[in-house]
C-alpha cells in the first residue's frame, strides 16, 4: 500500500514505517463497512418488498416459537474481537507502548507554546542541555541554560524539524502553556503535549521530503497558525545540515540562538 506515494484514501503519502499498517487497518475497516452496509441495504428492501402492504394482509407481532438468529450479530463480534486481538492491541504497542533503543535512534525535545514548536538537539555530546522556566526570553524560547557545558553543542530551531530518513527519531515533549497535539498526518500518528509532563512520540521515516506538522488540539486563537514542517533528509545531508547551524551557532555565541533555520 502507498508504494506509489500516492494518497491513500483522501490521507496525504505515508512516510513512516508503521504507517502503512494503519493505512491497511482503516482499508480493512472501510471495506467491511460497506459491505455490511450494502448487505443490510439489499436485506432491507428484501423486507420492504416482501412484507409490503397487500390487500388483507395482517402484521404478525409474534411469532412464537421461532428465535431471532444469533448468526449475524456473532459474526460481527467474532469480526470486531479479531480486529481488535490481530491488528489494534499490537499497533497500538508498537505506536504507543513500545519506544525504539535509544541507542539506535536520535532523541529530539520539543517545547510546544502558543503558537510554535521549539526544538532542542542535543548535539555530539549526546547529552541535552538544561531547561528551566527562568531562562525563558524572547531569544531563548526553550529556557535553555547557557551556562550548562552539555547546552554547548545543542541546537535548536523554532517549526522546523530536521530528521534523517530511515532512523528512528524520538521526541520527548512537554509544553509552556496549555494542552497542544503534535501531528504529522504524513506519519500517522499524534500525541498530546501537556504542561508539567513529558510526553512521547516515535517515528521512523522511511521516504525523504517536507511533511507539514500541525496541532491537533484546540489550544487558542492561533491554533490554525500553530503549524510548522518536518525535513527528512539523507544521514548525509542531515549531518551537514547539523554541522552548520552548530557552526552558525558558536560563531554567534553570547547572543540569539539560531532559530527558524
Ligand atoms: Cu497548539
Given amino acids: 500500500m502507498n508504494s506509489d506515494g500516492g494518497y491513500t484514501i483522501g490521507l496525504p503519502p505515508v512516510a513512516t514505517t508503521y504507517g502503512g499498517d494503519i ?12 459491505a455490511m452496509f450494502v448487505i443490510w441495504g439489499v436485506y432491507l428492501a428484501y423486507c420492504l418488498f416482501k412484507y409490503r402492504a397487500t390487500e388483507g394482509g395482517k402484521a404478525t407481532y409474534h411469532q412464537a416459537g421461532e428465535k431471532a438468529s444469533f ?9 470486531e474481537v479479531w480486529l481488535i486481538l490481530a491488528f489494534g ?30 526544538f532542542q538537539y542535543a ?23 547557557d551556562d550548562d557545558p552539555a547546552s554547548a553543542d545543542d541546537v535548536t530551531t523554532i517549526n522546523n524539524l530536521y530528521v534523517p530518513v530511515d532512523k528512528p527519531f524520538i521526541l520527548r515533549m512537554t509544553s509552556k502553556d496549555v494542552i497542544h497535539d503534535f501531528q504529522v ?6 500525541q498530546d503535549v501537556v504542561p508539567g509532563m513529558m510526553t512521547t512520540l516515535w517515528f521512523e521515516p522511511n521516504r525523504t521530503g517536507k511533511y507539514e506538522i500541525g496541532c ?9 497558525k500553530m503549524v510548522g ?3 527528512v533528509k539523507s544521514q548525509e545531508e542531515y ?10 551557532k558558536l560563531a554567534d555565541a553570547g547572543t540569539a540562538p539560531s532559530s527558524n533555520s
Fill in 23 to 34: 493505512d491497511a487497518l482503516m482499508m480493512l475497516l472501510h471495506v467491511v463497512m460497506v
Fill in 71 to 79: 448468526i449475524p450479530d456473532g459474526i460481527i463480534l467474532a469480526f
Fill in 89 to 118: 492491541i499490537p499497533l497500538w504497542a508498537e505506536l504507543k507502548q513500545e519506544t525504539p533503543p535509544v541507542a539506535d535512534s536520535l532523541e529530539i525535545h520539543m517545547v510546544a507554546e502558543q503558537f510554535a514548536w521549539n
Fill in 123 to 145: 548535539g555530539p555530546d549526546g547529552k541535552f542541555g538544561r531547561r528551566d522556566t527562568k531562562f525563558i526570553s524572547a531569544s531563548n524560547p526553550m529556557g535553555i541554560d
Fill in 185 to 190: 498526518t504524513n506519519f500517522r500518528n499524534k
Fill in 216 to 224: 491537533a488540539q484546540l489550544c487558542g486563537l492561533g491554533h490554525t
Fill in 229 to 231: 514542517n518536518v525535513f
Fill in 239 to 248: 549531518d551537514e545540515w547539523f554541522k552548520e547551524e552548530l557552526e552558525y
